[in-house]
Antibody, heavy 127, light 107 residues
Framework: EVQLLESGGGLVQPGGSLRLSCAAS????????MSWVRQAPGKGLEWVSV????????YYADSVKGRFTISRDNSKNTLYLQMNSLRAEDTAVYYC????????????????????WGQGTLVTVSS | DIQMTQSPSSLSASVGDRVTITCRASQSISSYLNWYQQKPGKAPNLLIYAASSLQSGVPSRFSGSGSGTDFTLTISSLQPEDFTTYYCQQTYSTPWTFGQGTKVEIK
């Protein structure tokens, strides 16, 4: 069974940092792109970032570019999101998802959607 | 960046109704369009990918169509478990973007 399990969320002060993890199982992790999507309380979905299977290509939403870094450790089947200079508007549930359709080297374009998704981890940025 | 606009933002319908949700892209995205269903407190679930391909395990009452800039999600006969929120997403070019969502409510 394909599973994704996020961890690392919590309460952090504005300007602080947090690292989220997403442990994957049940599929060949290094063969797939992986993405982060967030959802602020009561709001819609916002795509955050994606990384290719090899880890060599990364892409970001403008709202997080320069502050967030996506990475992966294929030996540990784990995806990461390093979040720095956090702001109140970063408060959200963060989901990881398997980005099907990416090549091993690029995730600029994908025709197969996100499946599955993890259960999400809540990040709250507040003083 | 490509903007995705869903309409309507919400709708009221009854069990058994045929429902159509529209998603419009600000520029052509070919058929790089996905649809998700999200129930309260849960992660989204992929329904349709590549505009019209039904995800494995998704009931056949869900269907998608369109290409270029205009897309539709159709539920042929609404079931009680379908009253929830739906999102479109373009994966044609990064930054990948979602529509604002359509909430389907019970009339």
């Amino acid at each position: 069974e394909v599973q994704l399990l996020e961890s690392g969320g919590g309460l952090v002060q504005p300007g602080g940092s947090l690292r989220l993890s997403c442990a994957a199982s049940g599929f060949s992790f290094s063969s797939y792109g992986m993405s982060w999507v967030r959802q602020a309380p009561g709001k819609g979905l916002e795509w955050v970032s994606v990384i290719s299977g090899s880890g060599g290509s990364t892409y970001y939403a403008d709202s997080v570019k320069g502050r967030f870094t996506i990475s992966r450790d294929n030996s540990k089947n784990t995806l990461y999101l390093q979040m720095n200079s956090l702001r109140a508007e970063d408060t959200a549930v963060y989901y990881c998802a398997k980005a099907r359709g990416c090549s091993s080297t690029s995730c600029y374009r994908s025709k197969e959607g996100f499946d599955p998704w993890g259960q999400g981890t809540l990040v709250t940025v507040s003083s | 960046d490509i903007q995705m606009t869903q309409s309507p933002s919400s709708l009221s319908a009854s069990v058994g109704d045929r429902v159509t949700i529209t998603c419009r892209a600000s520029q052509s995205i070919s058929s790089y369009l996905n649809w998700y269903q999200q129930k309260p407190g849960k992660a989204p679930n992929l329904l349709i990918y590549a505009a019209s391909s039904l995800q494995s395990g998704v009931p056949s009452r869900f269907s998608g169509s369109g290409s270029g800039t205009d897309f539709t999600l159709t539920i042929s006969s609404l079931q009680p478990e379908d009253f929830t929120t739906y999102y479109c997403q373009q994966t044609y070019s990064t930054p990948w973007t979602f529509g604002q969502g359509t909430k389907v409510e019970i009339k």
